[in-house]
């Protein structure tokens, strides 16, 4: 799981710098970085049993919240 995480948290990151190198350009940039879904993810990563994934809601979103430009 530490893989995992570490690998979203430099795709957040790397987003982040493309962003501010490409600001005034016209390009934006857009970092997907979903929550917790349940899929069978969690049973293949050995996860199912830990603390957060017990916390799941038993349906999966269906919705993308647009936040806040992470250039700033």
Known sequence: MAVYYATKSYVLSFSKG????????????TALSPGLTKSSFEE????SGTG???????????AVVRLPDIAA
């Open 18 to 29: 493309l962003a501010r190198e490409l600001d005034g350009s016209g390009v934006s940039v």
């Open 52 to 62: 957060l994934y017990k916390l799941l809601p038993q349906s999966n979103a269906r």
């Open 44 to 47: 293949k990563a050995g996860a």
